[in-house]
């Protein structure tokens, strides 16, 4: 197998073979981030794509600071990202005072959940909410970050992420597999 190095140099001249080499390489792990944030494996397949025709042209700019595979990641992001805004989510926002009732019962812990099934629910939700729970929850950014990688306030990253927060919580309590059962009513 060849070594990072080896694959940039050889997709820094345009070397068909190693972009195919990186493409196998990385593919798989960069579309399960893709589709983290877009709705359908087609928005997805989409978003990858037009990555890595981004990775190719610039990957002169990579410097070996950093592991090749974030620094990937972080052109799939940022291209999801880039998709997410040609779509205006944010017209759909709610005041995140409205979600308060539900959120007091978001903070359950629900270990069992299994990874495919949270991936279907979290591409269930609307592309605003979709791409601030993905960027707050898994990626680990802020708000203040997240608001200015979004072009959004604070507060409609705030209110995005608790909608969504809200949005799942119902989703898995709706579905039985998750609900824990009542104790039995004591006799007096």
Known sequence: MLSEYDLVEGCRKQDRAMQRQLYERFAGKLFVVSKRYTKDATDAEDVLQEAF????????????DCPLEAWLKRIVINTALKYIR?????????????????????????????????????????????????????????????????????????????????LLQHKIQSDGRFTEPRPAEQKN
């Open 86 to 166: 040609t779509q205006q989510p944010w017209n759909q926002s709610t005041d995140i005072e409205e979600l308060a009732p539900l959120l007091a019962q978001a903070d359950q812990s629900l270990p069992t959940l299994n990874y495919q099934y949270l991936l279907a629910l979290i591409q269930e939700l609307p592309p605003g909410c979709r791409a601030v729970f993905n960027l707050y929850a898994i990626e680990g950014y802020n708000h203040p970050e997240i608001s200015e990688l979004l072009n959004i306030s604070e507060g409609t990253s705030k209110s995005q992420y608790a909608r969504a927060r809200a």
């Open 53 to 64: 025709i981004k990775i190719y042209r610039f990957i002169d700019q990579f410097r070996f």
